[in-house]
């Protein structure tokens, strides 16, 4: 039996998928950072705060590993199918970049706007996002 190859690192590689996925980590890294800005985190008890603030710190270095590994492996298809056990994590930071564009264009709160920054551009990666949770889980039969 064939191991299957993972279709998601051609996406990233050859499709220009690392520069949403790439993006979608910045946001997230944000996100992590400001998180005690976050309208939703005010309102939570100062505990359960002070909890997500520490798994936040635990985050961020993940994510700049991450970036890292893609920029430092988009040039070589093998190199890069190695991502394909950070497929949740990748997932995570798309999640979070569309909900937050979201929450920006429902709410108009300052918060979200201000995180995600230029709304149109943000409104045109919805697209990419969507395709980028598509593609990333693709494996051959």
């Known amino acids: 039996m064939s191991e299957k190859i993972w279709l998601g690192a051609i996406y990233l590689k050859d499709e220009g998928g690392y520069e949403i996925i790439i993006k979608s980590l910045k946001h997230y890294r944000n996100r992590l950072k400001t998180m005690g800005n976050s309208p ?11 909890v997500l ?48 564009i979201n929450k920006a264009e429902d709410t108009g709160h300052e918060y979200f706007v201000n995180l995600v920054g230029n709304m149109i551009e943000a ?9 980028a949770l598509r593609k990333i889980k693709k494996f051959s039969e």
């Open 53 to 100: 603030n520490q798994q936040a710190m635990k985050t961020i270095p993940v994510i700049d590993e991450t970036i890292k590994k893609i920029q430092d492996n988009l040039h070589d298809i093998q190199s890069i199918s190695k991502l394909s056990e950070d497929i949740p994590f990748l997932e995570k930071a798309l999640s979070c970049y569309e909900a937050d």
């Open 40 to 50: 939703e985190l005010k309102n939570a008890a100062a505990m359960f705060a002070s």
């Open 123 to 131: 409104r045109n990666d919805r697209n990419s996002i969507k395709v």
